[in-house]
C-alpha cells in the first residue's frame, strides 16, 4: 500500500515540465460579487494555467508521466489525439519540442464550427509553432485508430512510438493528478485551511481521476472532488472517472477501494456537447476577468466555472464551505472562439 505522503510516485518515471507547485489564490472580488461573505464561504483557484511551457495547463502534469514513460523506453516519436482546438495536442507538441522528441497530431473536427478563428487561430496555429506535424480528419473520423495506424508505420522504419490518447487520460497520465493531490494537501497544510469542496471540468477524465485516486490513497475524502462534464452525459462520465481512478490507485500500489459514490459529476452544463459555447460559459469567463483579471478557456475551466457559479447562488454550496476551483488552463482556445466571447 501507497504511504500517506505518496512518494510511489516519486519512484515512477516522470519528465519534469513544472518548474514548481502552482499557485493557490483566493477570488477576493468574485466572493464580493457573490455575497459569499455573508455565507462565510471562501473560493480560491489553483492556477494550473501558470505553468512555465506551451502555454500552460493541467494536460502537462499529465504528460510528465507519459514523457518519463516515454523516456525510459528510448521513444523518439510521440503520436497523439484530439480535437481541433485540442489543449492536450498543443502540450504535447510543447513538450515533446523541449524533450527533442518528434510529434505528430492527428485532430479530428469534433466540434460543429468551421469559421477562420476556430479552423486556424489559437491551438492549432501553437501546434505548428512547437514543430508538430498535424493531419486533420474528417468528422466521424476514428482518430485513434489512425494514430495506431501511423505509429506502426513509423515503427515499421525504425522509430520508436509512444500513441498518447485523448487528453493524456490513461491510468499513467491520471497519476499526474494524483501528485497535483499531494501538491495541495501540503499547500492546505502551508495555508493552515482544509478545502471542503474542489472543483473541476471532466472532459477525457483524467483529472479528476487522479484527484480522487491520489485524495483516497492518502486517506482524504475523495468525494470532495465535483467534476463539470463537458464531454460525455451523466453516468458515463462518472463510470469512466471512475474507472479510471481504480487503475490510478493500483499504480500508486493502494489497497483503497473507490465506491460509486466517491466520484460526482454534475452534466448540467455541458450545454450543447463538447465545446460548443453556452451562456452560462460566457458569463463565467467574463465575471473571472472583469473581477479577477484570469482567463478561462471556454471549453473546459469555463463550463466548469459557469456550473460553480449556478450551485453558489441555488445554495448547493453550504454556508462556511472552502472550495478550490482547479483553473485547467487552455487560454490559446478564447481566441478560437473570438465570435462566441466578442462583446
Do not use: W
Not at 491551438?123 to 473520423?141: E, I, R, S
Not at 494514430?147 to 490513461?170: Q, W, Y
Not at 463537458?230 to 481512478?245: E, I
Not at 452544463?269 to 484570469?294: D, P
Amino acid at each position: 500500500m501507497a504511504t500517506a505522503t505518496l512518494s510511489i510516485l516519486d519512484t515512477i518515471p516522470r519528465v519534469t515540465l513544472l518548474d514548481d507547485a502552482t499557485p493557490i489564490q483566493r477570488l477576493v472580488r468574485i466572493e464580493e460579487a457573490l455575497d459569499l461573505p455573508a455565507r462565510r464561504i471562501r473560493l480560491y483557484a489553483k492556477r494550473d494555467d501558470l505553468m512555465p511551457l506551451g502555454g500552460g495547463g493541467n494536460k502537462l502534469r499529465k504528460l510528465e508521466y507519459h514523457l518519463g514513460q516515454a523516456r525510459a523506453a528510448g521513444v523518439d516519436t510521440i503520436v497523439s489525439v484530439g480535437g481541433l482546438q485540442s489543449n492536450h495536442a498543443r502540450l504535447a507538441a510543447a513538450a515533446a519540442a523541449k524533450c527533442g522528441l518528434a510529434c505528430e497530431l492527428f485532430l479530428a473536427r469534433l466540434v460543429p464550427k468551421s469559421d477562420a478563428d476556430y479552423e486556424k487561430n489559437g491551438n492549432v496555429l501553437l501546434n505548428d509553432l512547437f514543430g508538430a506535424h498535424t493531419t486533420f480528419l474528417p468528422h466521424g473520423t476514428d482518430a485513434l485508430a489512425v494514430a495506431e495506424t501511423r505509429a506502426a508505420e513509423l515503427r515499421s522504419e525504425g522509430h520508436a512510438v509512444l500513441v498518447i490518447p485523448t487528453g493524456g487520460s490513461t491510468p499513467v497520465g491520471a497519476l499526474g493528478y494524483a501528485r497535483c493531490a499531494r501538491e495541495i494537501v501540503d499547500q492546505e497544510g502551508a495555508m493552515d485551511l482544509r478545502f471542503d469542496r474542489l472543483v473541476v471540468p471532466n472532459g477525457s477524465a483524467g483529472t479528476q481521476a487522479g484527484l480522487v485516486a491520489g485524495f483516497a490513497a492518502m486517506g482524504r475524502r475523495p468525494d470532495r472532488v465535483k467534476g463539470y462534464a463537458v464531454l460525455k452525459q451523466g453516468d458515463a462520465a462518472r463510470q469512466g472517472t471512475l474507472g479510471l481512478a481504480r487503475e490510478a490507485l493500483r499504480l500508486l500500489e493502494s489497497d483503497v477501494v473507490l465506491h460509486d459514490d466517491d466520484v460526482a459529476v454534475d452534466d448540467a452544463h455541458l450545454g450543447g456537447g463538447y465545446g460548443v459555447a453556452t451562456e452560462g460559459m460566457k458569463e463565467a469567463v467574463r465575471l473571472m476577468a472583469n473581477h479577477e483579471g484570469v482567463l478561462l478557456d471556454p471549453v473546459y475551466s469555463g463550463k466548469a466555472f459557469a456550473g460553480l457559479l449556478h450551485d453558489l447562488r441555488e445554495g448547493l454550496v453550504r454556508d462556511g464551505e472552502t472550495v478550490l476551483f482547479i483553473a485547467t488552463g487552455g487560454v490559446p482556445g478564447l481566441f478560437a472562439y473570438r465570435a462566441d466571447l466578442a462583446g
